[in-house]
């Protein structure tokens, strides 16, 4: 089946650095991936859907100036922190949509786990 | 709004015993609908999916019905293992947006 990487695993910065996770479709192109942020024994929130060629759109409440998102290629999306504080630490997972798919099926990453002390 | 309620956990039951976690959905349209697994430190991978009314989605036995008349998509095992204990989401998809309950822990005791 289709596979989706993200890079690092799991990241420890300092309070204000910037941190870049990205995110790959290994044997398939997505002209949409996804972001999902997951607080703790929460849910997966969506935080932003990143087009390929384009602009990503957010959903409301999160700063586009804070995660930038970038999808420079139909393989891969990354999504950058900026000046990052402990109130970021989450698991943060990516997907992707396979178009050649019957259903236009979404897979997912395995997960970026970001601590900022 | 979309949304999907499932029950919360932990659910604890002993190896051999019968699952269920309730799942309920609210969407507009026409969704499909999801379980996903998430192992400890792990990211989500698809369990079972229907994607119309009266489907069955099964894998690894586990078994849930699009009822929706319902609205639900429960979620069932006949008999679990120590090795299904995870965290399982249910999801809605409308539009190409993923709509996530909260999660139900599912711990199994051998």
């Known amino acids: 089946g289709a596979v989706v990487s993200q890079h690092p695993s799991r990241v420890i910065c300092k309070s204000g650095t910037s941190v870049k996770i990205e995110c790959r479709s290994l044997?398939?192109?997505?002209?949409?991936m996804f972001w999902y942020r997951q607080f703790p024994k929460q849910s997966l929130m969506l935080m932003a859907t990143?087009?390929?060629?384009?602009?990503?759109?957010?959903e409301q409440g999160v700063e586009k100036d804070k995660f930038l998102i970038n999808h420079a290629s139909l393989t891969l999306s990354t999504l950058t922190v900026t000046s990052a504080h402990p109130e970021d630490s989450s698991f943060y997972i990516c997907?992707?949509?396979?178009?050649?798919?019957?259903?236009?099926?979404?897979?997912f990453g395995p997960g970026t786990r970001l601590t900022v002390l | 709004g979309d949304s999907v309620t499932q029950m919360e956990g932990p659910v604890t039951l002993s190896e051999e015993a019968f699952l269920t976690i309730n799942c309920t959905y609210t969407?507009?349209?026409?969704?499909?609908l999801f379980w996903y697994v998430q192992y400890p430190g792990e990211g989500l991978q698809l369990l079972l999916k229907?994607?119309?009314?009266?489907d069955k989605g099964s894998n690894k036995g586990f078994e849930a019905t699009y009822r929706k008349e319902t609205t639900s998509f429960h979620l069932e095992k006949g008999s679990v293992q120590v090795s299904d204990s995870a965290v399982y989401f249910c999801?809605?998809?409308?539009?190409?947006?993923?709509?996530f309950g909260s999660g139900t822990k599912l711990n199994v005791k051998p």
């Open positions: 997907s992707a949509r396979d178009l050649g798919s019957t259903y236009n099926e979404q897979f």
């Open positions: 044997d398939f192109q997505a002209t949409t």
């Open positions: 990143s087009n390929e060629g384009s602009k990503a759109t957010y």
């Open positions: 969407a507009t349209g026409y969704p499909s």
């Open positions: 229907a994607t119309k009314a009266d």
């Open positions: 999801a809605l998809r409308n539009f190409n947006k993923f709509y």
